[in-house]
């Protein structure tokens, strides 16, 4: 603590206002989404500029005083949580597009842009950047989390979309990864090694973007099924025959009742699909009527397709809002998510396991997922201060992450380890995650990047 | 020496026959298909199982002895050459398919299988693996490359579809990277490290693959152009319009000629586009005449396309059989071939720029390249021994990889780093290129593993 306050001092003068102590400021930036025990910072850093992101890593680094980067604030996990005290960086004020090559599909932006924005800045493009965990995150922390969401069956992760970065190290090194070019087999892939990094490898100051043309069509389609079941195999089965889903939701009973109430909708209270399919007219067309087949294969019922933007919006809005439709069913509850993701072939029995147990617990079942990828999330409220139900929530989302990883699954799809997570580490990754912590020591020997996530050094 | 001399020693106690000494043996592991100086090894093994890879590692750990992976021997940049003496390890008897998962699309295969011999084994499945670097290396040297070729502007390159490893480390640990699930946030992705890390930081002994289902419909094309402008300006158009090409290569006039020549076919000596697209029937068609349109527009002519799986398959065995049309012109003589990858806005540029360059020493411009990635392909003939025209084809290879550079590219999309491009790692990558050494002393300090390349360590 009194490195860090010698770090502080530093830093201030360094960046003046921009270097905050104030009460409020820490207070935003103790807490995320999720449900951990708030964590406040010393001090919160708001640099311009990438040559200030590394006169901060250099500082901190002489200190060894902690630096967690600060998107704004969307991580389920607790991965922007100061657990350790030191500075949390706030990228605020990094926020722009600095370059779109559209003949290359790709463009360069700073980390705090979001990703709502950057595709406001697209509109008069013709391009779009795919990427939609639903939140609206910034570009810099999807790619420390290597991010996805209800796109990612057409379009991947993080990993596939980012092309390069700059990254600021440790010790204030500012290196280029990766290049503009869409493919190479030039040296280690320190991109991909930074992606998902969640801060603790470099800090994220600038990334270049995959971007796609907008299809010439997209359409919108909703199925309803009488179980869970008959609704992800009528996935598996697209999945099988290539259908190139562009969006493929599974969303339970209890959620649709949810969002029934909260985005006003009126569907049927059972599990249903909601999809998406971009491509020519023709060929939205071709899907969603072969779709509509494979549905009716699994009994599914109530197909209804739609090429129309607002209706189209108005589906995707609420799916957004689902957690939020979840939450306001139990005011003032706190939200108790976890996503896991299994081979697809295991997708069917880990959805019924997992609503099985959580109906077993008395509690209301919401499941979601982005049942293409194999990737599904639980949502479990709890009253604050019931240590109870605390307990209890947390011991299904438990057995949900033991049970992902008995068939050959990972403990998360999409939210990242952060502190919630860190417990899966070594069961997950055996061997491996002493390989990550040798990564670490070499990248960062004094540990003061978001210390105490993702490896375990001291 | 002497170092490797104990190693071998204990080596040939684990591994009895299955170590050779032998000249001959040694002989075929002193080169590949590149153009370098003959480095034979000291010694051959070829292991059974991963335990036994574990072994050799652990013995060769022990008495800091060089340790060199070996697939079949198609590298272009010398990647498996053991310029440091020490062992070759030939994975010839680990070639089995471990397990398929068909409704998951993917598969467990042994490192020392071959791309056209899992395409064999998935005959069955209705499923194939599409990745496609031409020659027929194996699965593990592709991996070790990040290796690509005429689909991965559908299908991505070895690090989109590789989706967990097994690997042995320097000091004999065994790791497992990844998992089925198709994607994951939990953890630094050692998968995507190891994939293109070219045998320097682990020995790849087992392999998880995604798999693609059989298209329902393929067609391919052909289209003949005035000039590489017309052409590249029809796929930077193609790709802004985002139709789906699974493949499309351009071949420059030259190599028409000796494709003709080589293959027995009449094209028009002129540069061309060979295309395939996959999809439904309707798909494939209204692809194919989006396509035709296009080309339309940039003077292309005598577009021709077919779904007929014969006339396919001979129009993609001409374009794989190319680097022997073109070494058939000037039998005998030795084949450099260079390859980058530009941002494709500069492809056009780019090729031109190459072509120019060669013709004025010259020297039959042969140019090739998987344009929808923006990466092309040189072929230089060389008589061995002719100094003088080796110093001009190396020359000629340094400006295109120096240009490449200029406009945001890399020095190789797909042929890898080996010996050849170790003198741009520097240029490429900056201080990154310190960061990748600080990785692989971590993971091998004692610098047993493929010695020499991708990084300077002693």
Known sequence: MLNNASAITELKALLGERLSTSGAVIDLHAHDEAHFPRTPPDAVAFPNDTAEVSEIAKICHRHGCPIVPWGVGTSLEGHALAIRGGVTVDFTNMNKVLQIYDTDLNVVVQPGLTREELNVELRATGLFFPIDPGANATLGGMTATRASGTTAVRYGTMKDNVLALEVVLADGRIIRTGSRAKKS??????????????????????????????????????????????????????????????????????????????????????????????????????????????????????????????????????????????????????????????????????????????????ITPFILGHVGDGNYHAALLVEPGDTQAMKTAVGIAHRMNQRALA????????????????????????????????????????????????????
């Open 185 to 362: 087999s030039s040296g280690y892939d320190l991109t991909r090694l930074m992606v998902g990094s969640e801060g603790t490898l470099g800090l994220i100051t600038e990334i270049t973007l995959r971007l796609q043309g907008q299809p010439e069509a997209t359409s919108a389609a909703v199925c309803e099924f009488e179980d869970a079941n008959s609704a992800v195999n009528t996935v598996m089965m697209a999945v099988q025959i290539g259908i190139p889903m562009a969006r493929i939701e599974f969303i339970d009973a209890d959620s649709i009742t949810a969002i029934n109430a909260y985005s006003k909708m009126t569907m049927r209270e059972c599990p249903h699909l909601f999809m998406e399919f971009h491509g020519s007219e023709a060929g939205v067309k071709e899907q969603s009527e072969q779709m509509a087949e494979i549905a009716a294969e699994f009994g599914g019922g109530g197909f209804q397709w739609s090429t129309k933007a607002e209706e189209r919006n108005a589906l995707w809005k609420a799916r957004h809002n689902a957690y939020f439709a979840m939450k306001a069913t139990k005011p003032g509850a706190l939200g108790i998510t976890t996503d896991v993701c299994v081979p697809i072939s295991q997708l069917a029995k880990a959805i019924d396991d997992s609503i099985e147990d959580i109906a077993a617990q008395g």
């Open 407 to 458: 068939v050959g699954g990972t403990v998360t799809g999409e939210h990242g380890i952060g502190v919630g997570k860190m417990k899966y580490m070594a069961e997950e990754h055996g061997e491996a995650w002493n390989v990550m912590a040798d990564i670490k020591r070499a990248l960062d020997p004094g540990n003061i990047l978001n210390p105490g996530k993702m490896v375990q050094i001291n």
